[in-house]
């Protein structure tokens, strides 16, 4: 009963609510036929047909569609009092939690753009992001630093007597833009050529995705795969899992307690999931996953094996690709094994090219050039373009990931993938994550160095032990020099290792902890 008379009263509000032309002679939100929408509205509607259905959780907090819609609407006026509208930039700098996603919803109801930017930039960062995407607003950050610029702390809430009616529609012409281009250099911004027009009854099909669904994200809500994705999926009416910092054993509560059909992984979380005990892994019901779909980072092989022979290969999917959107494939867990360490299959123009510019035949390392398909959502000229990442083709089409050129390490003349090396450290039980460095060596010009992180509880590994172990899985010159052990994690919440900071950083402190592996 209790149910029904929400369920009017939410109606009753939306009746108010300023539609547009085709939707006037319709009662409510929930009455107006299936159409595209706007993200802002898409919300409203999603409300309308079941406020009380379950949309977004994290930790012991859940928010029903009516809360997160009225919460957003709320928050949109708030907003507009500051002078927020249509099109405007506005920069949202937020831990992943609710509040992103009820700030971003509120700013697509004004119509404006959203600009996710890590909440972890330095200042100069932050500075050089806020000069080139020059937003009117900044949500997230102290006001002191952003001087000349309006700026709302993380912990800003609206007035509590402001409507949460909703709001007319508003289209933003640009719905979002992304950064990219942290892991190997200062952040660029990425302006999408797409509105923020949806329809909420058609799901992304690519993806696998479904209206009415249960997916789990642990990403960090900036990141650009986990802001489109959560943010699409709750316009497409999903209950919306999220994890404000990722557990093993928490996210296999989580699919457990909340029957997760869908789920998307980074490489590390998914060794970190295989790194619980069996018995303790295998003690959860995960039977309602239907797909888990990773990206963000490669792979190692031992992971994506492990993985296809505990769920099965059809739940198995990985994605290539990156922000700036030049190209991108795709690999189910079937193909994978046909074609093993491969990311998928090319699209069609794509090359690969030796230092000179010359393209290779299959099976030669060389740098991946694709050619953006015409009317592609940034704009680009149908010419190649490159991400920076290496690989190959085999003589089937298939990709297959070496590392980026500016990774690479270039040691007494041989050519050194940090990748490779990564792979086989992170194979040793107890390790977490590796990353590989070339650092200043007089003799060689360069020499590996590895920087190893370690599960919690392990001690530092006897470096002995890791250089018998690397002995067997590495020709004996593509075994790092020297290693360090470490706790903190190497890899940021989109599971992206900075190999230019962590350089820098061994470039201006001593070498002492270092342990030698030949």
């Given amino acids: 009963m209790e149910r029904r008379q929400a369920g009017r009263e939410s109606r009753a509000r939306i009746t108010e609510a300023r539609l547009g032309p085709r939707e006037r002679s319709f009662m409510t939100i929930a009455d107006m036929p299936a159409r595209q929408m706007s993200m802002g509205l898409a919300l409203s509607w999603q409300a309308a047909r079941d406020p009380n259905r379950p949309a977004l959780t994290m930790g012991k907090k859940t928010y029903s569609r009516g809360e997160l819609d009225r919460a957003a609407n709320r928050l949109a006026r708030a907003l507009a009092k500051l002078g927020v509208r249509k099109d405007d930039r506005v920069a949202v700098i937020l831990p992943t939690g609710p509040k992103h996603q009820i700030t971003s919803f509120a700013l697509w109801k004004l119509g404006a753009l959203v600009m996710p930017l890590p909440p972890k930039l330095v200042d100069q960062e932050l ?95 900036y990141h650009n795969a986990s802001f489109s994705q959560t943010n699409w999926a709750l316009c497409w009416g999903n209950h919306v899992i999220l994890m404000e910092r990722f557990d093993a054993l928490e ?48 792979c190692p092989s031992w992971v994506k094996a492990a993985w296809i022979e505990w769920m099965g290969p059809e739940k198995i999917w990985e994605i290539y690709a990156g922000t700036e959107g030049f190209g991108a494939t795709m690999i189910t867990g079937g193909e994978w094994l046909l ?36 009317g592609n959502i940034y704009g680009y000229p149908e010419e190649a373009m490159t991400y920076g990442d290496m690989g190959w083709l085999d003589a089937d089409g298939y990709l297959y990931l070496a590392d980026r050129r500016t990774d690479m390490i270039l040691t007494g003349g041989v050519n050194l993938y940090p990748l490779e090396m990564e ?53 004996h010159h593509k075994i790092p020099y020297t290693c360090e052990f470490v706790s903190e994690p190497l890899r940021d919440d989109a599971g992206k290792i900075r190999r230019r900071r962590l350089r820098e950083e061994r470039l201006t402190s001593s070498r002492a902890g270092y342990h030698n592996l030949r």
Avoid: C, N
């Avoid at 888990?292 to 980072?297: K, R, Y």
């Avoid at 035949?361 to 694709?370: A, H, V």
């Avoid at 650092?439 to 392990?458: C, R, S």
């Fill in 339 to 374: 074609h093993r360490g491969s990311v998928g299959k090319a699209p069609p123009r794509t090359e690969i090219r030796g230092e000179d510019g010359a393209v290779l035949p299959s099976g030669e390392i060389g740098t991946i050039y694709f050619y953006p398909a015409a």
């Fill in 251 to 298: 996210w296999l509560r989580l699919v457990e307690r909340y029957r997760v059909r869908w789920a998307y992984l980074v490489p590390t979380m998914m060794s970190r999931i295989l790194g619980l005990p069996e018995d303790v892994r295998k003690g959860f019901d995960v039977s309602s996953l239907e797909l888990v779909i990773h990206m963000a980072a490669p």
């Fill in 127 to 221: 500075k050089h992001l806020a000069e080139v995407g020059d937003p009117k607003l900044v949500i997230g950050v102290d006001p002191a630093r952003m001087p000349g610029r309006i700026a709302l702390p993380a912990d800003f809430e609206p007035d509590p007597t402001l409507s949460d009616d909703p709001l007319p529609e508003a289209v933003s012409t640009i719905w979002k833009a992304s950064t990219s281009g942290g892991s190997t250099g200062m952040p660029k911004l990425l302006f999408e050529r797409t509105s923020s027009l949806i329809d909420p009854t058609q799901a992304l099909e690519l993806l696998r995705m479904r209206t009415d669904d249960v997916i789990l994200h642990p990403a960090g809500a």
């Fill in 423 to 475: 792979s086989a450290i992170e194979q040793f039980p107890g390790v977490v994550s590796a990353a590989v460095i070339g650092l200043p060596d007089p003799d060689l010009g360069a020499k590996a160095h590895a920087i190893v992180e370690m599960a919690p509880g392990h001690a530092a590994l006897a470096p002995a032990a890791l250089a018998t172990f690397l002995a067997t899985q590495l020709s």
